[in-house]
């Protein structure tokens, strides 16, 4: 079975930073792209970063400033996404997704970790 | 920056056809992907490349594209149909981003 699992979310103060990570199993993870998308209570998708297969093509969502940076390891099937200067509008859950290359469909997608920006 | 418009919302009742239209500025030059969304579960992919459906959904899902339209068209649509849906494109027009429709609730009545 095809699977990405995320974790690392929990409960930070606004500033803080925090490491999510997402381990693949179940497939030829330095093939594929990956991304992470979030989606806040209440709200819609939004997409965050992506990262080719080999890492040499990098992407952000417009709304990070520069404050997400997104890396992988194809030894250990891992992507991570590394967030600082935390507010509360970054409160969601923070899905990974694979998708066939950049630009193409997420077709497989983790069930999420929430992370909570909260004094 | 591209931007892809839904109808908060389509009720339709069991067994009849739902339309979920995504409309973006000649969106019909982009590959549009749909997700569906239901709560406290992962997003599912059910259609990408704007009519191709993944291994495993049913062909009641069906996908278009043209113009300044897509659509996504549930026939026969079931109560475990209701959900959130979203559209979902790559815009390499103004740097390289991907962009998510804001999302229609189907309602089956």
């Known amino acids: 079975e095809e699977k990405l699992v995320e974790s690392g979310g929990g409960l930070v103060k606004p500033g803080g930073s925090l490491r999510l990570s997402c381990v693949a199993s179940g497939f030829t993870f330095r093939r594929y792209s990956l991304n992470w998308v979030r989606q806040a209570p209440g709200e819609g998708l939004e997409w965050v970063s992506s990262?080719?297969?080999?890492?040499?093509?990098?992407y952000y969502g417009d709304s990070l400033k520069g404050r997400f940076t997104i890396s992988r390891d194809n030894a250990r099937n891992a992507v991570y996404l590394q967030m600082s200067s935390l507010t509360p509008e970054d409160t969601a859950i923070y899905y990974c997704?694979?998708?066939?290359?950049?630009?193409?469909?997420?077709?497989?997608w983790g069930q999420g970790t929430m992370v909570t920006v909260s004094s | 920056s591209y931007v892809l418009t839904q109808p908060s919302s389509v009720s339709v009742a069991p067994g009849q056809t739902a339309r979920i239209t995504c409309e973006g500025n000649n969106i019909g030059n982009k590959n549009v992907h749909w997700h569906q969304v239901k709560p406290g579960q992962a997003p599912v992919l059910v259609v990408y490349d704007d009519k191709d459906r993944p291994s495993g959904i049913p062909g009641r899902f069906t996908g278009s594209n043209s113009g300044n339209t897509a659509t996504l068209t549930i026939s026969r649509v079931e109560v475990g149909d209701e959900a959130d849906y979203y559209c979902q494109v790559w815009d390499s027009s103004s740097g390289h981003h991907y962009v998510f429709g804001p999302g229609t609730t189907v309602t089956v009545l």
């Open positions: 997704a694979r998708g066939a290359g950049i630009g193409h469909a997420f077709n497989v």
């Open positions: 990262i080719s297969d080999k890492s040499d093509y990098i």
